[in-house]
């Protein structure tokens, strides 16, 4: 019969967590970041904050995935807390929103580097990012061992683009030019606390992607362990990648002109050597492309577990005889990511519409640990989270914060968000229907 095969080690899904994180992020978003919070210090705190989610979500969700060492990861998290219906409206909106609008809102920041290059206008744009995502889709299908050397090569490559940022950062800074403030009692922002849950929809939309690794959990070696290390040492690596990288675009850059470009590191890098910032948009195109490769080869495990579970396309649990890969549900997902590109392509109204109803179900996902604790005390549970229930808690309440400061903050992008959601309802009940006239 065939399946799929479990090929991945723990070195390859740290990489693919690390990769799925460090995409166009940390290279596009800084200047949102810093309109939103003109301070050195406060800029690094959300930074920080923005680890910190991330490193309490990995410790939450590594006692899921050990409970729970199959493909679909959140997806099957919520299913087992909250029931099926749940279940499906996560991969619903994974499918129409999350990840193909990550994908979408990718092959843009691409496009968007490549004109360091060469022009492109709003077309040409349009038709890279839909042929590097179509492109990495079918090469994502021939298998899951080339996709792991794919994302162990790319994000090795991306890691020492950043590397070689921060030593240029902190070797060439000059302090007649750039006045570094980190003196928290000056200059504070108007409105902190609403600042920095608005800074935090660019970082934490850096940050998205640690949990990628329980996606592919049915194709990892030993599951149960590497799963849950590779999360936990995947939001390691990219927290501290991140907060040193922002230091060194700060020791080059002062904050009134990182505010006003998208390209930061490329400006960064091109402030020092007169050729660095193509080197350096060559090295974070590089990262984007490995980016894409994962997502692309992430999430449909999600839609084929909804399908082998009877609640979605019956065709999207269908497994290539030949590469065994869940082919269809990668396609579909490619073709839904290319009617978004088309449709609703500016970057910042993307990483909007993915990251709340990302952060809206992450939330969840760390609320079905309480759930499952009390609903099933004794399955075995091969990791416990430490610091339980504190650390799961904090990850619960900082994801709520921020999902109620971007309802009021960026409502248009968030009832977007929330009308798709509803859709998954009548969609939910289609599926279900069809299964139970089919069964019968």
């Not at 199959?70 to 998290?77: A, L, P, R, W």
């Not at 065994?324 to 449709?343: G, K």
């Not at 499952?372 to 994801?399: D, M, N, S, W």
Request: proline residues 4%; aromatic residues 12%.
């Amino acid at each position: 019969m065939t399946g799929l095969k479990k090929k991945l080690n723990v070195y390859g899904l740290t990489m693919i967590a690390v990769g799925g994180c460090i995409g166009s992020g940390i290279f596009v978003t800084p200047y949102e970041i810093v309109r939103a919070v003109p301070h050195h210090f406060y800029i690094i705190l959300v930074w920080l904050i923005g680890g910190l989610i991330s490193l309490t979500g990995a410790l939450t969700f590594a006692e899921l995935g050990a409970m729970f060492p199959k493909s679909g990861g959140v997806y099957v998290f919520l299913k087992e807390a909250f029931g099926r219906r749940v279940g499906f409206l996560y991969g619903w909106v994974i499918l129409l929103i999350i990840n193909t609008g990550a994908l979408a809102a990718l092959g843009v920041a691409l496009a968007e580097y490549l004109t360091f290059f060469f022009p492109l206008g709003d077309t040409a744009k349009k038709l890279v990012a839909i042929s590097l995502i179509v492109g990495l889709t079918l090469f994502n299908v021939r298998g899951v061992r080339g996709s792991q050397v794919f994302a162990s090569l790319f994000t090795t490559l991306k890691l020492l683009a950043i590397l070689g940022i921060i030593v240029v950062g902190f070797v060439f800074y000059q302090p007649e030019k750039v006045v570094l403030n980190f003196d928290a009692g000056t200059a504070v922002p108007d409105n902190l606390l609403s600042a920095l849950l608005v800074a935090l929809i660019g970082v934490l939309w850096s940050f998205g992607g640690w949990h990628h690794a329980s996606y592919v959990a049915g194709e990892a070696i030993n599951a149960q362990k590497t799963v849950p290390r590779a999360m936990i040492l995947g939001t390691l690596i990219v927290t501290a990648a991140y907060v040193l990288v922002n230091v060194a675009y700060m020791l080059l850059l002062p904050l009134s002109e990182i505010s006003q470009t998208a390209k930061v590191a490329g400006d960064a890098i091109g402030s020092v050597f007169a050729y660095g910032g193509k080197m350096v948009t060559l090295a974070i195109s590089i990262s984007i492309l490995g980016t894409i490769g994962i997502y692309t080869m992430s999430a449909p495990r999600i839609y084929y577990a909804m399908a082998e579970d009877g609640i979605f396309f019956r065709q999207l649990a269908h497994i290539h005889p030949r590469f065994h890969t869940p082919a269809n549900a990668m396609i579909a997902q490619a073709f839904w990511a290319v009617l978004l590109l088309l449709f609703w392509g500016t970057f910042e109204n993307l990483i909007t519409y993915v990251t709340f109803m990302d952060i809206v179900f992450m939330c969840l996902a760390g609320m079905s640990l309480f759930v499952l604790r009390k609903k099933q005390p004794h399955r075995e549970r091969p990791y416990r989270v430490i610091g339980y229930p504190v650390i799961p808690g904090i990850f619960v309440a900082i994801t709520l914060a921020f999902v109620g400061n971007t309802l009021l903050e960026r409502p248009v992008q968030a009832l977007a968000g929330i009308v798709i959601l509803a859709s998954g309802l009548l969609a939910y009940w289609f599926f279900t229907r069809r299964y139970t006239h089919s069964a019968s």
